[in-house]
């Protein structure tokens, strides 16, 4: 076995090519049970994969075969001890790593802006969240990672919390300095758990920021699907065994797993990884090259910026990853949303994300310099259009006071709840989740006191124009709150 041979790809294949006569689960029996215009779509190989957990096939609850074989090339590759196969996404790999980490009441050290599954997650477990702030970019009105000065003081006020969360690289490609943090939560035998949803790539290219393993970190959720060329939905959850067992997070990962795992998107994730294993540096060496090219391009197109590396330099932005082109679009008098659906409707260009100032567009080893001349095509046609403002718009990015957690999450969650008026809020629990996005800071999170001077902040950033999301009511005129708990009694 070496990083060349796809154990569980080959394994499934041979049995394919055998074509048993099937009395099993899936019903559509390679396709010629379904419907026809699908089958197809979707053509007889593909199909003729679509398998499950057949003794042959072995078992992702428990590895023994061609599944076990796949997974220790992938922890090799990853340079891991264990790497564990996800067909739930990277949420179902983020959900493991906390729940692998937390019983009901630990703490559990995050940033404030972290995605929604790292939410779900702290309320099935029932663990108490230790709250930091991300750095904020007021340049580019978007949120970065912590600091090891933060992670510092979180530890030492919290020496007993069962885990350090790190969101690394974020969606915008920046990263933190991973081992400093990592260091630091050891020394209070603190296991560092990384979100890598948008960082499978930088473990295969010197150029680009360390890996969570790379950095030492116990367990990193890692989305192949998303930059390492798998299919939608399949992730990796690599493990450093010492702080956290391999055992338990088998069995967590197991409770939260589907019995009816997909073989097309498992050989997808052992397809991929001999893909970055054998290919990756030098792919990732062409992304570099045209993403870097695009970068420079973008920017002397007048009122664009893309930053790069001068990016470099604060406590939060230690790294960054080139392949990620962030383009602020503020000073062309339209918001990033406004670019998107430009971008949409004049060229048949569909960005990453955009929000009030930015868009986001991904170089990855699917690009060619073709898709890079249409982008930037398309730019200068957008600037030019534009009513450019000429002075730099003014963008105070604040974020709220974190409020005092009353409850945990979990417990709110369960709680009876009521919809009250905003205005007579002050003090009591909320049941919502309240967020305004740029910069993706929770304002309320379930289970939190409601104070004036957050119900003062969101006015503000309604009056401000900017999107306040999650709620029931979207005018933010009520809100749900924990039933008859006065939080001041
Ligand atoms: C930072 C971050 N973490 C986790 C996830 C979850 O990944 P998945 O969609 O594979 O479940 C995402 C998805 O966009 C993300 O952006």
């Given at each position: 076995?070496?990083?060349?041979?796809?154990?569980?790809?080959?394994?499934?294949?041979?049995?394919?090519?055998?074509?048993?006569?099937?009395?099993?689960?899936?019903?559509?029996?390679?396709?010629?049970?379904?419907?026809?215009?699908?089958?197809?779509?979707?053509?007889?190989?593909?199909?003729?994969?679509?398998?499950?957990?057949?003794?042959?096939?072995?078992?992702?609850?428990?590895?023994?075969?061609?599944?076990?074989?796949?997974?220790?090339?992938?922890?090799?590759?990853?340079?891991?001890?264990?790497?564990?196969?996800?067909?739930?996404g990277t949420s179902g790999a983020?959900?493991?790593?906390?729940?692998?980490?937390?019983?009901?009441?630990?703490?559990?050290?995050?940033?404030?802006?972290?995605?929604?599954?790292?939410?779900?997650?702290?309320?099935?477990?029932?663990?108490?969240?230790?709250?930091?702030?991300?750095?904020?970019?007021?340049?580019?009105?978007?949120?970065?990672?912590?600091?090891?000065?933060?992670?510092?003081?979180?530890?030492?006020?919290?020496?007993?919390?069962?885990?350090?969360?790190?969101?690394?690289?974020?969606?915008?490609?920046?990263?933190?300095?991973?081992?400093?943090?990592?260091?630091?939560?050891?020394?209070?035998?603190?296991?560092?758990?990384?979100?890598?949803?948008?960082?499978?790539?930088?473990?295969?290219?010197?150029?680009?920021?360390?890996?969570?393993?790379?950095?030492?970190?116990?367990?990193?959720?890692?989305?192949?699907?998303?930059?390492?060329?798998?299919?939608?939905?399949?992730?990796?959850?690599?493990?450093?065994?010492?702080?956290?067992?391999?055992?338990?997070?088998?069995?967590?990962?197991?409770?939260?797993?589907?019995?009816?795992?997909?073989?097309?998107?498992?050989?997808?994730?052992?397809?991929?990884?001999?893909?970055?294993?054998?290919?990756?540096?030098?792919?990732?060496?062409?992304?570099?090259?045209?993403?870097?090219?695009?970068?420079?391009?973008?920017?002397?197109?007048?009122?664009?910026?893309?930053?790069?590396?001068?990016?470099?330099?604060?406590?939060?932005?230690?790294?960054?990853?080139?392949?990620?082109l962030i383009i602020s679009v503020?000073?062309?008098?339209?918001?990033?949303?406004?670019?998107?659906?430009?971008?949409?409707?004049?060229?048949?260009?569909?960005?990453?994300?955009?929000?009030?100032?930015?868009?986001?567009?991904?170089?990855?080893?699917?690009?060619?310099?073709?898709?890079?001349?249409?982008?930037?095509?398309?730019?200068?046609?957008?600037?030019?259009?534009?009513?450019?403002?000429?002075?730099?718009?003014?963008?105070?990015?604040?974020?709220?006071?974190?409020?005092?957690?009353?409850?945990?999450?979990?417990?709110?969650?369960?709680?009876?709840?009521e919809r009250i008026p905003m205005?007579?809020?002050?003090?009591?629990?909320?049941?919502?989740?309240?967020?305004?996005?740029?910069?993706?800071?929770?304002?309320?999170?379930?289970?939190?006191?409601?104070?004036?001077?957050?119900?003062?902040?969101?006015?503000?950033?309604?009056?401000?124009?900017?999107?306040?999301?999650?709620?029931?009511?979207?005018?933010?005129?009520?809100?749900?709150?924990?039933?008859?708990?006065?939080?001041?009694?």
């Amino acid at each position: 076995m070496n990083q060349l041979t796809t154990p569980l790809f080959t394994g499934l294949k041979e049995h394919a090519a055998k074509k048993p006569t099937q009395f099993h689960i899936p019903g559509h029996k390679t396709g010629k049970g379904m419907d026809q215009e699908y089958r197809e779509f979707l053509g007889d190989s593909a199909l003729s994969i679509d398998l499950i957990n057949i003794e042959p096939l072995d078992d992702l609850h428990h590895p023994h075969g061609m599944i076990r074989d796949a997974q220790e090339l992938a922890a090799e590759a990853f340079g891991a001890d264990y790497t564990f196969f996800s067909v739930q996404g990277t949420s179902g790999a983020i959900m493991t790593m906390i729940m692998s980490v937390c019983h009901p009441g630990d703490k559990i050290i995050v940033p404030r802006n972290v995605h929604k599954s790292i939410t779900t997650a702290i309320i099935f477990s029932g663990a108490k969240p230790v709250f930091i702030h991300p750095e904020l970019d007021e340049k580019l009105g978007i949120s970065h990672g912590i600091t090891p000065k933060a992670v510092q003081k979180a530890c030492e006020a919290h020496p007993d919390a069962k885990g350090v969360l790190v969101i690394n690289p974020t969606y915008f490609g920046i990263t933190a300095d991973l081992t400093h943090i990592v260091e630091i939560a050891h020394s209070y035998d603190i296991p560092v758990l990384v979100d890598e949803a948008h960082g499978v790539h930088i473990h295969f290219h010197d150029q680009l920021p360390l890996s969570a393993m790379q950095a030492g970190a116990d367990l990193a959720a890692t989305s192949v699907h998303k930059l390492g060329g798998s299919l939608t939905q399949s992730s990796v959850l690599n493990l450093r065994e010492g702080l956290v067992s391999h055992g338990r997070v088998q069995s967590i990962l197991s409770m939260l797993t589907t019995t009816s795992t997909s073989y097309i998107l498992l050989a997808s994730l052992d397809t991929a990884r001999r893909h970055l294993a054998i290919n990756g540096k030098a792919l990732l060496d062409d992304c570099i090259k045209l993403a870097t090219n695009a970068r420079d391009r973008i920017n002397s197109i007048p009122h664009l910026y893309c930053p790069g590396e001068e990016i470099l330099g604060s406590d939060a932005t230690y790294g960054y990853d080139p392949t990620k082109l962030i383009i602020s679009v503020k000073n062309l008098g339209i918001t990033g949303y406004d670019a998107e659906v430009w971008l949409r409707k004049q060229h048949n260009i569909e960005v990453e994300l955009s929000d009030l100032y930015n868009l986001l567009c991904i170089i990855t080893p699917g690009d060619t310099q073709v898709e890079v001349d249409k982008l930037i095509h398309a730019l200068s046609t957008l600037a030019a259009e534009s009513t450019p403002t000429h002075q730099e718009k003014d963008m105070t990015v604040k974020v709220p006071d974190i409020p005092v957690l009353a409850l945990t999450p979990r417990d709110a969650f369960y709680a009876s709840t009521e919809r009250i008026p905003m205005k007579h809020a002050v003090g009591r629990i909320s049941a919502e989740f309240v967020m305004v996005y740029p910069p993706g800071i929770p304002i309320f999170l379930p289970g939190e006191i409601i104070t004036e001077d957050n119900i003062q902040y969101i006015k503000e950033n309604m009056e401000a124009g900017l999107p306040v999301q999650g709620p029931q009511d979207d005018t933010l005129e009520n809100i749900h709150v924990i039933k008859e708990q006065r939080a001041f009694q």
